[in-house]
Every structure is written in C-alpha cells, then in structure tokens.
C-alpha cells in the first residue's frame, strides 16, 4: 500500500535554505549533466574576479570559505533530499571545486581558452574519478561529497600548469 507521509508542516524540501544553497539556488536540477552547470556557474564569478583583478589571497579566502561552507551545506542538502550521500542535484562541490582549478594560473594567464580547458579537465578528472578520487567520496557526510571535487580540481589544476607551461 502507499502511504501518503503525514503533514508535518515543513516546506518541501526544495525550499529548504540548505538545499537552496547546495543546488546553487537550483542550478543543481537542470538536467542532463547538473555537475556540469555546477562548475559552469561558478565561471562567470571567476571571470569577474580576475578581471577585477582581486588579489590573490582575498581570492583564495573567498573560495576556501565556499568549500568549508559546503560542508554542512552538503551534510544537511543530502538529508532533506532524502538522505542519498551525494545526489545528483547538489552541485555546490563542483561550483566551489571549479575555481580551485585556476589558482594555480596566474591571473593574466586566465584566457576564455585557459579556462575552458581548465572546465573540461575538471568535469574530465570529476566525472572519471580516478584515485583517490572516488575514494574520497566514502568521507563522513558532506566531505566525502565535496573532497572528491578537490581532488579532481588538483588533477585538474596539475595538467593545465603542466600545459600551460609547455605552451609558453
């Protein structure tokens, strides 16, 4: 028989403020490839960054927050949403993995062609997950939903440098 959960009073899960976040204010329900447009969405804002040519460090504190934000975010996102370990919707792990990929360019360095290369290593090193990739992903809560992310943003950032400098 199907039972029908009883009305607690809670708004849907969807509207839930951490859920909201986690989804990158829904970003995270478009469909195909949601982790796609996660690390998508997180360009314009790094674009924006540069070229307003935020130092270094101010760009950095402001991604690390993001990731140690995504945290709990992820940890609380995963229960509303029925308590899977990593569904597909939340995409705050690639949005605040993305960028991480381009601070191992230099600024000046972060041409439209740099940083669709530096996209495509990291959905190529997110969605083939090599390790220890996927073995981060068996951390407690939401690190183990966003750790995954870094690492492949490490592998990703490591190529870019690696061709960025036989390039140059």
């Avoid at 969405?41 to 995504?70: D, N, Q, R």
Wanted: positive net charge; hydrophobic residues 50%.
């Amino acid at each position: 028989m199907n039972h029908k959960p009883p009305n607690t009073g809670k708004p849907p899960a969807w509207s839930h403020p951490a859920v909201l976040l986690a989804t990158c204010f829904w970003i995270g329900r478009i469909r195909p490839a949601p982790g796609t447009w996660g690390s998508a969405a997180a360009i314009p804002i790094i674009m924006a960054l540069t070229y307003a040519k935020v130092p270094f460090f101010v760009e950095l504190s402001l991604w690390l927050t993001v990731c140690c934000i995504g945290i709990p975010l992820c940890t609380i996102a995963s229960r509303q949403l029925g308590g899977q370990k990593d569904p597909s919707s939340i995409v705050i792990d690639e949005f605040s993995a993305m960028p991480l990929v381009l601070l191992a360019v230099h600024p000046e360095q972060r041409t439209w062609l740099v940083v669709l290369i530096a996209f495509l290593l990291f959905r190529l090193f997110d969605i083939t997950k090599p390790p220890p990739c996927r073995q981060l992903e068996n951390l407690p809560h939401g690190l183990g939903v966003m750790a995954d992310d870094w690492a492949a943003a490490g592998f990703s950032a490591c190529v870019l440098f690696v061709i960025l400098f036989f390039l140059s």
